[in-house]
């Protein structure tokens, strides 16, 4: 019998697989299941992302090769172009602009380029659970930060300078958050942007949904626009979600001058560039239509309609606060049950219906399940139909 314990990392030994995926693997044995688990969103790749790749592959013999760790120069001057369209401030393509291998790669490599052991990032709570599972991998502690329930899962800004200590490296923001799907407001970010540069404290913003919000009185409001942080914070897009290219991994990362060498470093060391075609997809998208970026919010703004309507008909089981923006709803179980963990385990055995338990995203995710609506109508409709046959419905 082998000694595990051995061979394998203390670091990795303790970490675990995301509760997302595990759900998700589940999920797979149980034919029939409707899965909310994971935030994978229906939509195809638009057709002229595809072509131009296919084009690429047809016609140019570098397709398939490498590109240099930072990516491909077109790229990056199109990324440049992109983020000035979107926030104001110009960024130099050689100096501030990394392609990664999609938000998850890109956080990944940053942790590792900021982190020393014993380290700590603060994150929101509930947070994305995988930030949780990178930081602790690269030795640093992650230290969280409720959100407040009671006023819609808002940030509370005064909470966050109590927790900041000596070994405090970094703050990740992730608006419209997931798990909860709450937009943060222009106000309350800015203050936590003059809370981190009195304290001099990195600010690290995830950003896969920025542009899918769904309400006018609700606009998501981005940091990387105030020019007095730029030297402490770095931007991560990912192509993943508005333009459906979960599959291509590929994202982007803006960072200061003093960084971006140091980020390359770890990136070059892990994978040396983000896959080549990937990158001419990105080209792609970032040059060509972006009608299908409406398409896609009108729709997934349909689907938030709809899981409202059925979490209604259930509020025996669930109570919830209605999201703003990207596609997951956080409610909070009412129906009997032991922990988020047992009360998921639960649903998928006996109802067929796969939620993400809470507890993944953080201390104030227990007692909660996240649901994913960027599934098509009729998942969303079998799920809470079964939920329905299993504890009733209210009408
Ligand atoms: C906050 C956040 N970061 C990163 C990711 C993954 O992004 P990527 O596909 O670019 O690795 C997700 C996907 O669900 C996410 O919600």
């Known amino acids: ?35 909310l688990t994971w935030g994978l969103p229906s939509f195809a790749t ?3 992302i595809r072509r131009a790749v296919s084009e690429a592959l047809e016609n140019d013999p570098d397709a398939g090769k490498y590109t240099l760790p930072a990516g491909l120069p077109a790229l990056r001057e199109l990324v440049a172009q ?15 602009i990394l392609i990664t291998a999609g938000n998850m790669q890109g956080m990944n490599t940053l942790f590792h380029t900021l982190l020393e052991a014993g380290d700590e990032v603060i994150l929101t709570d509930p947070g994305f659970a995988s930030h949780i599972q990178q930081i602790r991998l690269a030795g640093g502690v992650p230290v969280h930060w409720p959100l407040q329930e009671n006023s819609g899962w808002r940030l509370d800004p005064q ?8 070994r405090t490296k970094a ?10 799907g709450s937009v943060f407001p222009r106000e309350h970010l800015l203050r936590l ?9 990195m600010l690290i913003l995830d950003d896969p949904y920025s542009e899918l919000v769904y309400d006018a009185d609700a606009p998501c409001f981005n940091l990387a626009s105030e020019a007095a ?3 402490q914070l770095a931007y991560l897009f990912t192509f ?10 590929l994202g982007y990362m803006i960072v200061p001058d003093w960084l971006q060498q140091q980020v390359l470093k770890v990136h070059d060391a892990d994978l040396i560039c983000a896959p080549r075609p990937s990158q001419i997809a990105g080209m792609a998208a970032l040059a060509g239509s972006r009608a299908h970026v409406d398409d896609f919010r009108r729709v997934l703004a349909a689907r938030r309609e709809l899981i409202c309507q059925r979490l209604d008909r259930v509020p025996h089981v669930f109570e919830y606060v209605r999201p703003q923006g990207a596609y997951y709803v956080f409610p909070k179980i009412v129906a009997e049950h032991e922990n988020s963990m047992s009360f998921a385990l639960e649903l998928l055995e006996e109802t067929r219906v796969t939620v993400t338990p809470g507890s993944a995203f953080g201390p104030s995710g227990e007692h909660h399940v996240r649901m994913a609506y960027c599934v098509d109508d009729a998942v969303i409709n079998t799920a809470f139909d079964r939920i329905e046959a299993r504890f009733g419905a209210v009408r």
């Open 1 to 35: 019998m082998v000694d595990a314990s051995r061979w394998i990392s203390g670091n990795v030994a303790q970490a675990q697989l995301s509760a997302i995926k595990e759900m998700a693997v589940r999920s797979a044995r149980v034919p029939g299941a409707a899965s």
């Open 46 to 48: 638009p057709e002229h």
């Open 82 to 96: 992109r983020h000035e369209q979107a926030t104001g401030i110009s960024v130099d393509p050689e100096r501030n």
């Open 159 to 166: 909470g966050l300078p109590p927790l900041i200590s000596a």
């Open 171 to 180: 703050l990740v923001l992730v608006t419209p958050s997931n798990p909860t």
């Open 193 to 201: 942007g003059e809370i981190a540069r009195e304290r001099g404290v």
């Open 229 to 231: 942080l730029r030297e």
């Open 240 to 249: 993943s979600k508005i333009h459906a290219m979960s599959g291509w991994r």
